[in-house]
């Protein structure tokens, strides 16, 4: 029994200590210009990554799409859903310090909703929200 509770109590105390944090909480931009959309999560400074799990969705007033999808550290591109192929890119070299930077092109107005990303590793998991407003594009006469 004593080690069934220190089990849970290191259970809890990961989930606990393992935060998927926003660097900003809203995001606008206007239709066809490029984002940066920026999680960061409690990150080891030693050991890799190989259970590195991220599931990113958009839930917009179009339905709620796979924007990125990584299991075990390998991209699943094929979880994605058409509406954002071919737009969304994952910064590499940033994952390893625990930050998730997600460029979205050409955005269309439709992806205006809530961006949240799961994020699970060997150590916790935990998930951070976002919001992108995309506006019409500016005409100028
Ligand atoms: C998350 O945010 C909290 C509060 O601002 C901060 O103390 C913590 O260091 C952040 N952690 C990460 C991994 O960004
Ligand atoms: C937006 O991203 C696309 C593809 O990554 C690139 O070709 C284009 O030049 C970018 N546009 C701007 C305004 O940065």
New binding site residues.
């Given amino acids: 029994v004593f080690f069934v509770k220190v089990f849970f109590f290191f259970a809890l105390w990961h989930e606990a200590t393992f935060?998927v944090?926003v660097t900003q909480s809203s995001y606008e931009a206007e239709e066809n210009q490029n984002i940066t959309l920026e999680w960061?999560?409690?990150?080891r400074t030693q050991g890799s990554y190989r259970e590195l799990f991220i599931y990113c969705e958009a839930i917009t007033d179009h339905g709620v799409f796979v924007i990125y999808h990584m299991h075990k550290g390998v991209e699943i591109p094929a979880s994605q859903d058409d509406q954002f192929s071919g737009r969304v890119q994952i910064d590499k070299d940033v994952l390893r310090e625990?930050r998730i930077r997600l460029h979205v092109s050409r955005l269309r107005t439709e992806d205006s909703g809530l961006y949240l990303c799961d994020v699970m590793t060997d150590y916790g998991f935990n998930s951070g929200r976002c919001r992108l407003k995309v506006t019409g594009e500016k005409k100028y006469y």
């Fill in positions: 935060v944090n960061t999560f409690t990150s625990g």
